[in-house]
């Protein structure tokens, strides 16, 4: 991790900064800018420094933004956030590019050509309001409000653009979580009862199956992690790749894809049969001991290593291991980990695993950190509409569904199939799905089935791209937002806000103003009468000291917080109020109550994987001039002898097919894949022609993703995609 630009870096930044229109400079006096100031060594350097929170990831890290001359010259971790350890990551630093980014949508654009044409008229902002807010009327009155979709992504503001939508009359809602950790969420709350964050720090042995810390950094995790392993701690990464994480662990488990629930299962037979779990702990706080102790018999390392291709003698000597430091010992939770259509009760097994371990509410162990007092705002009496329709557009597409959001896969599938309603508009608020849900032609079948599409983005997505209308929003460096708690294992919550940094650039609006003036043109006023500083005061009223901790320090994070210990003797939210190793309600719903191992599907050719890189974000940095630098392109990481079969050197340019679609990329050797598996990072090979450094650069690998998803949760099965790879030409 690094603060630090490159001497090219900071001219290039420099340059695009300079196409900027120039900001007036913020006068002195600014709540929060002497509380930042005084957090800065060399603050003579800077005209004004303000507290804000990064955006450039969800983790949220506190910031501190310098700014001279009316603009904003760099970002520097802000020291009292403890939770990323008062840290920027590189991405962090880079945000002041994704500001001045010259490619960002200006004004509000409406589509002139034919989708996809990239032609685009400069419109007013009444304008662009008005003809919203009378093509979602009009969608309305045919579908019924529900025909509109919303889509959101992670943000501070999220929470409005539900509101608008409840407010609107539609529960047709999905984001990007649905792309991401539905599986992990849906394992853990069906077996803890609860979402689980896990107390690295203070953890003696990780085994972190299909999780990358190192580069996809998730804080307070990745520095936790570090800072165990100097004192001992070991991690055990699990993944076909040899990531930075698994440069960095104790040891690398090259699992062979699809088959983490074989190497659980067998993990957890030798505990069993060895004997050396707690067992006064586990009889009491787990329930169907016994069925899991007989489902595992079959469960043997030899087994497990004929799936995995991770040695049994290995496989023995990590549950011992990890058997001999619990209740200190865990199973990283993950996010999205393994992406396949059983990734719930593959998580299941690892969350088995965890029971067993015993380390649920215990220190080094999965906690769940008790919610701040925090308000929640305003409240909304959401109004009631006679012809919403009684079947969900989810209704029956994957086993269980969250109450308040959809899986993003489910939604396309009931538009595409017009079941069990008709759908004809969506919303899309900074998320790009075209992008990042796979199979992308689907993604755009699914739009050409729709009569408006609008998209509130900082820049030209290729969700954007295909959309009707575009409403720019302020960065994160120029806009207010609401409070948010953010949560992190080891650190317990805080809570975060943000004041603009700088004015805003260009004819862009902060995302509430823009519900705000689709709501006053649709009757819909009521629900958004009121301003983000009155929204946060409601929020803060319950907590005391918070307001002046956020304008001193720019986070409140109170001391003193209980993090274990809080389940002792209580009931758990699951079926059987203990840990449910057996889930009853599974069995109830006709699948396996205890998870049960499926080979993976394979199809001829190469597996390809999705991960991440340090230096950026999904699909949302790399149109970011600093961070372009860095990684300027992405290459298919595939293993010499693969390559060599295929007759591919290093650096040649080659093909790759799936999914009906051919990318063309330069094939980079890595020795440290599966020779069955090949990889790529996200975010190339842009549709749209308004992201300059991506676009006709590199592979799109949304488009050579099969469609797939898991069937108990919903979630996208990323990691269920086959690919060819050809030579096109030399190095
Ligand atoms: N720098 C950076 N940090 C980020 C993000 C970012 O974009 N950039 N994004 C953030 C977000 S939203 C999230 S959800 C997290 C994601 O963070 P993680 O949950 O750590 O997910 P990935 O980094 O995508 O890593 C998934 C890994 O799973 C491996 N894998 C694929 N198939 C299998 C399998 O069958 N078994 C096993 N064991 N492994 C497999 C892949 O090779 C890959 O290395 O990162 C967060 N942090
Ligand atoms: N191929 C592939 N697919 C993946 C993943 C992967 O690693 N590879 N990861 C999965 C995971 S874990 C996740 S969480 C999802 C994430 O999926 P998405 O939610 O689609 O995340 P991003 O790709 O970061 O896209 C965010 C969008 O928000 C816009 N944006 C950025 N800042 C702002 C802002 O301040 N305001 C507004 N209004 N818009 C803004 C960006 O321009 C971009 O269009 O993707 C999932 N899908
Ligand atoms: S991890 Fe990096 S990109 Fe994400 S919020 Fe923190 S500093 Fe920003
Ligand atoms: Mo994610």
Known sequence: MSCAHSH????????????????????????????AQAADKNSQQYDESRFTVCDMCFNRCGAIARIRGGKVVQL??????????GMLCGRGAAGVAQLYDPDRIKQPLLRVGERGEGKWKPISWNEALDTTASRLMEIAAK???????????????????????????SWSVCSQESLCLYSMNRSYLDTFGENVLPDI?????????????????????TSDLMEAMQNGAKLAVVDPRYTHSAALATEWLQIKPGTDMALALALIHVILKEQIYDAPWVEANTFGLAELQAHVVTCTPEWAAAETDIPAEVIVRVAREMAAAAPRALVYPGRRTSDYTDSTQIRRAWCILNGILGNFDREGGLLVPPALKMGAG?????PFYEDTPRQKLDKDRSTFTFPDEMAFCSVRDAVLEEKPHSVGGWVVFKTNPLQTAPDQAKTLAMIARLEFVVAIDISMSDTAFMSDLILPAHTYLERQDPCQMLSG???????????????????????????????ERMDLEKYFD???????????????GAEQALREKGVYHPEGQKLTGLYEGKNLKTSSKKID??????????IDPLPVYRRPHTEPGLRLVAGRTALLTQTSSQNNALLHELVPTNTLHIHPDAAGKLGISDGDLVEVHGNDSVQRLKAEFNYGIREDTVYMHSGFGSLSSGLSNVYRNGANIAALMHDAADEISGNAAHHESFVTVTKVGKA
């Open 8 to 35: 090219i870096s900071r001219r290039r930044f420099l340059q695009a900064a300079g196409l900027a229109a120039a900001a007036p400079l913020i006068g002195p006096g600014v709540p929060g800018a002497s509380a």
């Open 76 to 85: 520097d971790p802000n020291p009292h956030f403890t939770k990323s350890r």
């Open 143 to 169: 579908y019924t409000r529900c025909g509109v979709v919303f889509s959101v992504g992670a943000d501070m503001q999220t929470q409005f653009v539900k509101r608008f939508a409840k407010a609107f009359g």
């Open 201 to 221: 720090k203070n953890c003696r042995y990780v085994l972190m199956p299909g999780s990358n810390r190192f580069e996809s950094l998730v804080f307070p995790d």
């Open 378 to 382: 305003i409240p909304l009496e959401a």
């Open 489 to 519: 294992g080891s650190v317990g919550n805080c809570v975060v806000w943000r004041e603009p940094a700088v004015p805003p650039l260009y004819d862009t609006r902060n995302p509430f103003d823009i519900l705000k003036g689709l709501a």
């Open 530 to 544: 009121f301003t983000v500083e009155e929204f946060r005061a409601k929020q803060l009223e319950t907590l005391e």
């Open 581 to 590: 190793l057996w889930n009853s309600r599974y069995e109830k719903k006709g």
